[in-house]
């Protein structure tokens, strides 16, 4: 990667450093996971990607670990380095859109939120997430799974530039074309390799309608209603992604329809044969509320703890031991497939792209007593149904280690990410994230 160019940045304004007992810096610490609780030595508010690299050659100097922020939503906080300092990308925010080249210009720090509400006016998106505040970035970088998977592929599928900071502060560009194995490394291989200030999109035209449908059933005696919602999923047109939820003895059915809601509606029919639920709603919603239906505004007061799982394939015992899920424990299944797995596997980091379905089990609650019984709850149930996985999508890891790292790339995908990780970032600067660690460890940072 020596032929990487760029410009040195050692500067940054003493106005963008937020240090603790100065206003907005408590605030800005604080992410979706209200289980982190850590105290940065610094927090750097960058503007632009020079203030990034000045961030980064601060943090250097200076000995002291790098956390990225954009929206916060890692569910152990990598974001906050306690006594570190935290690279606050979230005053760049803005997107650009040119409607007649369909492609959207993403700062770093921006949320999903802004890049819909960007593009929706032209009745274009791009796959994004199901929560409005995630930030692009981190969702993009692990892989980037929504509603428009199954038609246009993932975010990082749709990704036609970055422009990154390395850790020694050069300011590079990665596209097909140019530092192609780096573009090849950003597309899942997460924030091991510097950090990406900007993102150019490709967009499609999906109008700005959306249809929900959804069938409550008990849990107890749902599974006939699940094996026939599996098989239905696994012919439907890619306009709909089927998802499913086990939580406090239900078990809701359905699908979300990105287009023409009367087409989804024609599709809904398909669903009269799980059987009789105890209830059912059909809502037609824009494309702009589908996005941020998921929000809360409790979210970032909520403890957390999540374990996932990708399945091949959902068999009979898979969904017997989903339907005895712990009541406290919420169970979602969401459908992959279609533009998804059109991506040839060896085009990306990201891997796995014979998944039929991620499994997230999510347990959250307020009192901090609570965390331990929590925690182990929600390892059992995902525990039970690890057999029938064969990986892991790496946005949804939690505390698990090098362990977790290789359950989300194979063998293959890691061996190249490292040897990236060993050109791009040899000291491990980059290692509050799902970590890629360099070849000679030795180098690492304490």
Same mark, same amino acid.
């Given at each position: 990667?020596?032929?990487?160019?760029?410009?040195?940045?050692? +500067?940054?304004?003493? *106005?963008?450093?937020?240090? /603790?007992?100065?206003?907005?810096?408590?605030?800005?610490?604080?992410?979706?996971?209200?289980?982190?609780?850590?105290?940065?030595?610094?927090?750097?508010?960058?503007?632009?990607?020079? &203030?990034?690299?000045?961030?980064?050659?601060?943090?250097?100097?200076?000995?002291?670990?790098?956390?990225?922020?954009?929206? =916060?939503?890692?569910?152990?906080? @990598?974001?906050? /380095?306690?006594?570190?300092?935290?690279? &606050?990308?979230?005053?760049?925010?803005?997107?650009?859109?040119?409607?007649?080249?369909? #492609?959207?210009?993403?700062?770093?720090?921006?949320?999903?939120?802004?890049?819909?509400?960007?593009?929706? /006016?032209?009745?274009?998106?791009?796959?994004?997430?199901?929560?409005?505040?995630?930030?692009?970035? =981190?969702? *993009?970088?692990?892989?980037?799974?929504?509603?428009?998977?199954?038609? @246009?592929?993932?975010?990082?599928?749709?990704?036609?530039?970055?422009?990154?900071? +390395?850790?020694?502060?050069?300011?590079?560009?990665?596209?097909?074309?140019?530092?192609?194995?780096?573009?090849?490394?950003? $597309? =899942?291989?997460?924030?091991?390799?510097?950090?990406?200030?900007?993102?150019?999109?490709?967009?499609?035209?999906?109008?700005?309608?959306?249809?929900?449908?959804?069938?409550?059933?008990?849990?107890? !005696?749902?599974?006939?209603?699940?094996?026939?919602?599996?098989?239905?999923?696994?012919?439907?047109? %890619?306009?709909?992604?089927?998802?499913?939820?086990?939580?406090?003895?239900?078990?809701?059915?359905?699908?979300?329809?990105?287009?023409?809601?009367?087409?989804? %509606?024609?599709?809904?029919?398909?669903?009269?044969?799980?059987?009789?639920?105890?209830? #059912?709603?059909?809502?037609?919603?824009?494309?702009?509320?589908?996005?941020?239906?998921?929000?809360?505004?409790?979210?970032?007061?909520?403890?957390?703890?999540? !374990?996932?799982?990708?399945?091949?394939?959902? /068999? &009979?015992?898979?969904?017997?031991?989903?339907?005895?899920?712990?009541?406290?424990?919420?169970?979602?299944?969401?459908?992959?497939?279609?533009?998804?797995?059109?991506?040839? &596997?060896?085009?990306?980091?990201?891997?796995?792209?014979? +998944?039929?379905?991620?499994?997230?089990?999510?347990? #959250?609650?307020?009192?901090?007593?609570?965390?331990?019984? $929590?925690?182990? +709850?929600?390892?059992?149930?995902?525990? $039970?149904?690890?057999?029938?996985?064969?990986?892991?999508?790496?946005?949804?890891?939690?505390?698990?280690?090098?362990?977790?790292?290789?359950?989300?790339?194979?063998?293959? !995908?890691?061996?190249?990410?490292?040897?990236? !990780?060993?050109?791009?970032?040899?000291?491990?600067?980059?290692?509050?994230?799902?970590?890629?660690?360099?070849?000679?460890?030795?180098?690492?940072?304490?």
């Amino acid at each position: 990667m020596a032929s990487m160019g760029g410009q040195r940045m050692t +500067t940054i304004a003493n *106005t963008g450093i937020l240090r /603790p007992g100065e206003v907005g810096y408590d605030e800005a610490r604080q992410v979706w996971n209200a289980m982190v609780d850590r105290r940065p030595a610094m927090i750097a508010r960058c503007r632009e990607s020079k &203030d990034v690299a000045a961030a980064i050659s601060l943090a250097r100097r200076e000995g002291l670990e790098i956390g990225v922020r954009c929206g =916060g939503h890692s569910v152990v906080g @990598h974001a906050v /380095p306690e006594g570190g300092l935290m690279v &606050d990308l979230r005053p760049m925010g803005g997107v650009r859109v040119d409607p007649e080249r369909r #492609r959207a210009w993403v700062q770093g720090g921006a949320p999903l939120a802004a890049l819909d509400a960007a593009t929706q /006016p032209y009745g274009l998106a791009t796959t994004a997430g199901n929560v409005s505040h995630t930030g692009v970035g =981190g969702l *993009t970088l692990g892989g980037g799974m929504g509603w428009l998977a199954r038609q @246009h592929g993932l975010s990082c599928d749709n990704v036609v530039s970055f422009e990154l900071v +390395t850790a020694t502060g050069d300011v590079v560009r990665a596209s097909a074309e140019e530092n192609a194995e780096l573009f090849w490394g950003l $597309r =899942g291989g997460g924030g091991n390799f510097g950090v990406v200030t900007e993102f150019e999109f490709r967009l499609h035209h999906t109008g700005t309608q959306a249809l929900s449908v959804e069938l409550d059933f008990p849990a107890a !005696k749902a599974a006939p209603a699940v094996t026939r919602w599996r098989d239905l999923s696994a012919t439907a047109p %890619r306009s709909a992604t089927y998802a499913s939820t086990v939580l406090d003895g239900v078990t809701t059915l359905g699908f979300v329809w990105v287009g023409d809601p009367a087409d989804g %509606r024609e599709h809904a029919r398909a669903l009269e044969s799980l059987g009789r639920p105890l209830d #059912r709603r059909v809502v037609e919603l824009s494309y702009l509320d589908l996005q941020r239906r998921e929000d809360s505004i409790k979210g970032h007061a909520l403890r957390r703890y999540w !374990k996932g799982h990708y399945f091949p394939e959902l /068999p &009979d015992a898979a969904i017997d031991a989903l339907l005895m899920h712990d009541p406290s424990v919420g169970a979602s299944l969401q459908a992959h497939g279609g533009a998804i797995a059109d991506v040839p &596997d060896e085009a990306t980091a990201f891997g796995h792209r014979d +998944t039929a379905f991620e499994y997230v089990g999510a347990a #959250r609650w307020t009192d901090p007593a609570e965390d331990e019984g $929590r925690i182990a +709850t929600a390892r059992e149930c995902a525990t $039970r149904l690890e057999r029938y996985s064969s990986g892991v999508y790496v946005n949804v890891l939690g505390d698990d280690g090098m362990a977790g790292v290789r359950r989300a790339y194979p063998a293959e !995908k890691l061996a190249r990410l490292t040897a990236l !990780k060993d050109a791009l970032d040899p000291d491990n600067i980059f290692h509050l994230n799902q970590n890629i660690p360099p070849t000679d460890t030795s180098r690492q940072p304490c």
